[in-house]
């Protein structure tokens, strides 16, 4: 019987030993799950930075008219900005052009940061209905959608 009780406890000692070496592997899974685990999360977290959107001008002029081709429109913001736009039936062949204006009145002298149209750089608001460029060789009339510019 001491034959078979060595041969029992020697096969009691191999499974513990198995069952040990199990364990071991299963928790390296499990630390190795984690770390995964972690590192995912890590570069989720990074991945979301919460970049702020910038802000729209606000609006306080708009003016527009009809051309042979599409549209012309000037939109003034609130920071003296404006932007001078020759829109055309073809997306590709707009024309823009920005700079500062500064008001006075019923007047409006526009700075263009480069080129320029040929409307001018000085225009006068009539009736609170009509913005008229003075200082071209074609004098351009265009009309106000809105005018918060005395406000």
């Not at 320029?116 to 750089?121: A, F, K």
């Not at 009309?143 to 918060?148: G, H, Q, S, V, W």
Request: net charge positive; with cysteine.
């Amino acid at each position: 019987m001491s034959g078979q009780m060595c041969t029992l406890l020697n096969l009691n000692t191999k499974i513990v030993i198995s069952l040990l070496k199990l364990k071991l592997i299963i928790m390296k899974i499990l630390k190795l799950k984690n770390f995964l685990l972690i590192v995912v999360t890590l570069i989720l977290l990074g991945s979301c930075q919460n970049t702020p959107q910038p802000q729209p001008k606000e609006i306080i002029f708009k003016a527009d008219r009809e051309s042979a081709m599409g549209w012309v429109y000037i939109i003034i913001y609130k920071d003296s900005t404006f932007k001078y736009v020759l829109a055309t039936m073809r997306s590709d062949a707009q024309q823009s052009f920005s700079g500062n204006v500064a008001i006075h009145n019923d007047s409006l002298y526009f700075h263009y940061t480069s080129n320029h149209p040929e409307s001018g750089n000085t225009a006068i608001i009539f009736n609170k209905k009509i913005l008229a460029f003075l200082d071209s060789d074609m004098p351009e009339r265009f009309a106000i959608r809105l005018n918060k510019l005395d406000k």
